[in-house]
């Protein structure tokens, strides 16, 4: 039975990678749709708006990155998208893709429990109104100091342990922090986290929009 959030977008060129989340998306009982390059997806959709992109980062053609703004340009920023990559994961590309509305970046070999788990929680927001009810009071989300400095360093690919280190706090209260920066944001992710904080202007974007979009835009 198909779920009712509608279908899962798949685009990898992969074809393990496709086998395996194919199988996945059908235990959950999703329906979905599988293409090997951005023009090919757009195509198979046929206006159809999917619930979850699920997106490779290393495309033939227009790599992941340009097929992420094409998605929105196509169906709304709201769109949620799963970027995954087998090459791009250091923090420079993660921020790069997030920056761009990726609401998470997934390193390959996919774990299958962690993709389901993050499909998972983004679906609901789906089925709810695409996450507005983000706990948001009044257009502000009543960060701290504190929780605003461990956004910026989570926004520039820090570890919780190097953030410790920076602040000179325990990893624990590290954690503690994230756990109350995720609850007021309204999301389940670190990942998720930081793409919130730049569609909300609560970090300032334009060192990185300037300095890593481009560079990363661009094909292999």
């Known amino acids: 039975m198909v779920g009712d959030c509608g279908l899962i977008l798949l685009i990898d060129h992969d074809r393990e990678t496709c086998a395996l989340v194919e199988r996945l998306i059908a235990r959950l009982g999703y329906e979905v749709r599988v293409a090997a390059s951005g023009e090919e997806a757009l195509a198979l959709l046929e206006g159809d708006r999917p619930a979850i992109a699920i997106?490779?980062?290393e495309l033939p053609g227009l790599n992941g990155l340009a097929v992420l703004q094409e998605l929105h340009a196509a169906f709304g920023s709201d769109l949620p998208v799963i970027l995954t990559t087998a090459e791009r994961d250091t923090p420079l590309d993660r921020t790069a893709g997030l920056l761009l509305g990726a609401d998470d970046y997934l390193v390959k070999p996919l774990n299958p429990a962690e993709l389901a788990a993050r499909i998972r929680r983004l679906l609901p927001e789906v089925a709810a109104g695409n996450g507005e009810g983000n706990g948001k009071r009044n257009g502000h989300f009543n960060l701290s100091p504190r929780e605003r400095e461990?956004?910026?360093?989570?926004?520039?690919?820090?570890?919780?342990?190097e953030i410790a280190a920076a602040l000179f706090i325990s990893p624990k209260t590290v954690a503690t922090?994230?756990?109350?920066?995720?609850?007021?944001?309204g999301v389940h992710s670190r990942a998720q986290a930081v793409a919130a904080a730049f569609r909300e202007g609560l970090l300032d974007?334009?060192?990185?929009a300037h300095d890593l979009t481009p560079t990363l835009l661009a094909g292999d």
């Open 150 to 161: 461990i956004l910026a360093l989570l926004a520039d690919g820090k570890t919780q342990r």
């Open 55 to 57: 997106v490779e980062v």
């Open 205 to 208: 974007e334009d060192v990185y």
């Open 177 to 185: 922090h994230i756990q109350r920066l995720l609850a007021k944001l």
